[in-house]
Each structure stands twice: as structure tokens, then as C-alpha cells.
């Protein structure tokens, strides 16, 4: 049973570029958790989806970002018109139950320059 | 706002040394991980804490809960290099859904930074 798959595992955007990062839950989870590392901190929690509906996003900035969870295919982070301050390691996590264990992919580190 | 507190920061060891790492929570809960992450890699989970006095062994490392005291503890018995990493504890305090069920919402500390010496 494969993990939960993200990708790319790097992305470089320069400043206003939109970035898109995907994340592929393990087989049977049909819960999604979004999580941002900046550098040299935690992890803190900014969306969590099941499938086709956002059912908290008091973590994601009000501007700019956006996720959704088809019922096809991977969850998609967009952030759109990047700034530097979006630079960190962004996890996702997948879970089985809703208030079952996470279990977290190898993350997406956005460089903005 | 459940704020979830680790100390030390860093933690400098000698090899064959013990110690503990204290991980601080404000709200009750009575759901707590431990993960280690190493650098550039994602979270490993280490323990899984689902009550109150859980205790939970995994070679040199052993996790417990005091919900009471809203206190987690990892400590590390003997310490060799490879456990140099940074652990992260995580509470789970739930958070309902417009229906009312219960969903899983992880608040991380801030990471102890692990570095073991020979």
C-alpha cells in the first residue's frame, strides 16, 4: 500500500507565479490535511477536505490560497500570485477516519526567489 | 486557542546518556503523537497516545500521557547517534463538523532539535 504521495517534491517560483501542489492520499482515506513548515518552526494546520468539500480552512490565509479535493484525482493546494513569505515545506497528511491517525507524505518545499 | 508548548528546544547529548523532552498543552485533550522528522524528510510517527496514563515503548524511546496535568513526555534511555533528529509532539484536540462529528485538527510544538554525541 503506497503512502501518501505529494508532488513535486521542489518547486521553484519567482514572485507572483502561481504554485500548484498536489497530493495523492493513501488508498481508502478519503480525509485531507494541509500542513505549512515555515523554516525552523512546527507544523501548523491550514486546510482539511474530504472529498469534494472543505469542511475547515481557518488555517489557510484569507488571500491568495485555495484547495479543493475532487472526487477525481489528487487534492490540489493553489497559491496563486506568490510572495516570498509563501517559502516553507507544505505537508499533506491522510487519514482513514475523520478523527483517525494522519499519516504524512514527503511535503512540497516552495522556494519563492 | 490550544497552544502546545516543548521543551527544550534543543537538546545537545552525549551517547549512552538519558534525558527527556516535555511537551506542554493548554486544552484538554486525551489524543497526542509524537513524531520525529529528519532533516529535509517528512514525519516519521513514533506513539500513538490515546488516554490518560498511556505509556508507549519503542526501542530506546518510551512516550507517556498525563492528561490531567496536559503533559506528554518522551524520553530517550541510552541515546545513540542515529536518534538525531528533530521530534515534534502533536495534540489532537477535535474540532466538530457542521453535522456535529468529530474531525481530527494536529497542533504541533515547536520541535526539539536532537543532537546526539559520541
Known amino acids: 500500500n503506497a503512502g501518501v504521495m505529494q508532488n513535486p517534491r521542489h518547486l521553484v517560483r519567482r514572485r507572483g507565479q502561481e504554485a500548484r501542489l498536489r497530493c495523492s492520499p493513501m488508498?481508502?482515506?478519503?480525509?485531507v490535511y494541509w500542513y505549512r513548515q515555515l523554516p525552523e518552526e512546527g507544523l501548523k494546520f491550514m486546510v482539511y477536505?474530504?472529498?469534494?468539500?472543505?469542511?475547515?480552512e481557518s488555517g489557510m490565509p484569507k488571500e491568495r490560497f485555495s484547495a479543493e479535493f475532487p472526487k477525481e484525482g489528487p487534492s490540489i493546494l493553489r497559491i496563486q500570485q506568490v510572495v516570498r513569505g509563501d517559502s516553507a515545506a507544505y505537508f499533506c497528511?491522510?487519514?482513514?477516519?475523520?478523527?483517525?491517525?494522519?499519516?504524512f507524505g514527503p511535503g512540497t518545499r516552495l522556494t519563492v526567489l | 486557542e490550544l497552544k502546545v508548548e516543548q521543551n527544550p528546544l534543543f537538546l545537545s547529548m552525549q551517547e549512552g546518556k538519558n534525558y527527556t523532552i516535555y511537551c506542554n498543552y493548554s486544552?484538554?485533550?486525551?489524543?497526542l503523537y509524537w513524531y520525529r522528522q529528519d532533516p529535509g524528510k517528512s514525519l516519521e510517527s513514533l506513539f500513538v497516545l490515546l488516554s490518560n496514563g498511556a505509556v508507549k515503548q519503542e526501542g530506546r524511546l518510551m512516550a507517556s500521557l498525563d492528561t490531567k496535568a496536559r503533559l506528554s513526555t518522551l524520553h530517550i534511555t541510552a541515546a545513540v547517534h542515529d536518534l538525531s533528529a528533530t521530534y515534534f509532539c502533536a495534540v489532537d484536540m477535535g474540532s466538530k463538523n457542521a453535522g456535529g462529528t468529530s474531525y481530527g485538527k494536529l497542533t504541533f510544538g515547536q520541535g526539539t532539535i536532537l543532537t546526539v554525541h559520541p
Open positions: 497528511a491522510s487519514s482513514p477516519h475523520t478523527f483517525g491517525e494522519q499519516f
Open positions: 486544552t484538554t485533550s486525551d489524543r
Open positions: 488508498k481508502g482515506h478519503s480525509h
Open positions: 477536505l474530504q472529498k469534494e468539500n472543505i469542511i475547515d
